[in-house]
């Protein structure tokens, strides 16, 4: 429909204008295209993804052992007859894959379905806890960030220095040490010693913002500790490559500050693998983040997914792993808008493709 | 500042540079002493591995005493190079001395728009604002010959010509008015027409704005043409230096006239084809004992493979020395070998190398 509506516009155009406009405006045209195409095909593998994901999801869940039926009407009351008429009420007794589709073609008309434990419909559950999810990973990827930039710098310009190997130490601690290790860590500096922030438990932003950030910031540290370790591996990596380059020298060579030099001109072009490494880092968050927010009680998608597949909540799982999973190929997508961003050479469409042999 | 200092814009007295490496101690650039008059141009010409790149990077300071070991005097404009901290090193790179280097696509920046790659230039003076040195970056553009200069300024590395590149790295080179330009094969990577107009380019801005320059090329007849002085190395010493007519009508170092027969001509008269040099520069780790090119000289003797010949200057040509046993010329087969010295005719040679 929108190739139609663009021929007709180039035709007009076409027709009223001399030959010159024209060219420019076919070429225009043109361009608007391929982004249109490129944008459907991205939807397009947005929709395989989610398709694929909500199969395996789906069928796994299956495998599991264990009833929902079983394991909402407890041990007192589980009675054949009430779990088989409990079975019947889900939908349970249908044959799988008429499950999958019945629940495909809700999921489609944007009904998520109820929660087998609670009743609740899945898309307000959602709706309830992923911003606590989302604000926790949000501030954790900074507090990465901010972290893990300025000691690459530092690292990758000082490179085989002190300075370098006592932050590689650091750093390799950090990434062999498991997410709520740290978290531990923190509850027993910050909570049990120092008394400072709570050891658990979440404060809503009507609480005041000290408060509700004071309750974000520890189980964020534990969720950052990682991804930190990896960014600043990957910049540094990437930042003393470019450091061997030649124009690296020469901009020693035009006699500006090593300061500017290191952020003027080694950032920007070492910046992909990091790029890259924060949207695939974001999907991979998902784990760790289940674990520290259950370890810190805190009411995101993470502990209600732990829930969920606890309590064998297969519609709750389902919705979740679908939000997730389309987060994740949003963030994916727009990391692959940065690129061409970044380096400018990267042209839009064979944005992916450079940057994959890069990254490899 | 004495006397001696402002009269000479560079002097380099008995420069050494050591890589310590696994294979041993390489020694780059041993025991070489240099001169340059404010204005002049200077070529140095070797094989790759001769010591060229590293002899320049360290008299620009820019060998980092953390891998190199550098021994020796690097006086630029009065100032001991050598013993500058990296601070005020780093004050007189732009400003007193500039560097071009060989391939001007990696020399580049590939992201930074070129325009502002040369206003970072511009901009080491303090006072420069930074409309005042985009404006100054266009000016700069047009100097060196690249047309639409306005526009292009918004260009990054990747969408210019090669020629255009290194008009660029030139325009970076002169932003800061340096007294001295040290061009590191500056059109090795270029094809030879586009060569030919860089290095106009060179003459021309040498001249208008008095900027001395030392240009290192692998090729003598770049050198022979756009330069006043040329010093030939081989394995990290000086084989012979001296004016450019000079070495071209006599060279009296076996390797240069090696290195001169190696040119191939085309004067159809004499017919003769482009000689080798036989074999590879030596090892620099384990350098032959007494010459160095005594292991690839057609003309060594004995002498020559127990001790290392000493610069002497050629009698009667004030400036031309060479280092070598047995001196002399093979560029002209008959008569002309043996002592190639002396006052012979103008030797065909120098018309046909420095046409």
Known sequence: MTRETTRETTRKTTRKTTRKTTRKTTRKTTRNWRLARLFLLRLLRLAAVLFVVSVLC?????????????????????????????????????????????????????????????GQPVSEIIAQRAPVTLELILISQLIALVCAIPSAVVAAAKRG???????????????????????????????????????????????????????????????????????????????????????????RAKGISPARAAVRHAMRPSMLGLTTSVGVTVGTLIGADVIVESLFSLPGLGAELAHAVSGRDYVAVQGIVLVITIAFVLVNAFVDLLYGVIDPRLGASSSTAGVKERVA | MNQAATERLLTVRDLRVEFPTADGTVRAVDNVSLDLGYGERLGIVGESGSGKSVLSRTIMGLTRSRTARVTGEVILDGRSVLDLSERSRRSMWGRDVAMVFQDPLSSLHPIMPIGEQIAEAVRRDASVTRREAGARAVQLLETVGVPLAAQRAKA????????????????????????????????????????????????????????????????????????????VMYAGRIAERGPVAHVFARPAMRYTSALMAAIPRHDGARRTLPRPIRGLPPNLADPPAGCRFSPRCAHAGDACHEAAPA???????????????HPGSDVTPPGGAGQGQGPAPAHPTSSEVLR
Not at chain 1, 76 to 89: D, F, K
Not at chain 2, 163 to 187: F, H, N
Not at chain 2, 312 to 323: Q, T
């Open chain 2, 311 to 325: 610069l002497v200057e050629v009698e009667g040509e004030p400036g031309h020395e060479y280092a070598c046993w």
């Open chain 1, 58 to 118: 789906f069928l796994s869940l299956n495998l599991l052992p264990g009833d929902p039926a079983r394991t909402i009407l407890g041990v007192a009351g589980s009675s054949p007859e009430a779990v088989r008429s409990l079975r019947h009420e889900l939908g349970l007794d249908q044959p799988l894959l008429s499950r999958f589709f019945t629940w495909l073609g809700h999921a489609l008309t944007g009904d998520l379905g109820r929660s087998y434990v609670s």
């Open chain 2, 156 to 231: 990054r590395a990747h969408e210019l010509s090669g020629g255009m590149r290194q008009r660029v790295a030139i325009a970076m080179a002169i932003a800061c008015r340096p007294k001295l330009i040290i061009a590191d094969e500056p059109t090795t990577a270029l094809d030879v027409t586009v060569q030919a107009r860089i290095l106009d380019l060179f003459d021309e801005l040498c001249r208008e704005f008095r900027i001395g320059l030392v240009m290192i090329s692998h090729d003598l007849g770049v050198v022979g043409r756009h330069t006043d002085r040329i010093a």
């Open chain 1, 161 to 251: 220095s002190l300075v370098d190997r006592g932050i590689s130490l650091w750093v390799f601690g950090v990434l062999s040490t498991p997410s709520f290790v740290i978290g531990f860590i923190l509850i027993y500096v910050f909570a049990v010693r120092l008394g400072i922030y709570p050891a658990s438990g979440y404060n809503s932003l009507s609480t005041g913002l000290g408060n509700h950030l004071g309750s974000l910031l520890l189980p964020a540290l534990s969720l950052a500790a990682a991804p930190f370790a990896l960014y600043q591996r990957v910049l540094r990596a990437d930042l003393v490559e470019t450091y061997g380059q030649e124009f690296m020298s020469v901009a």
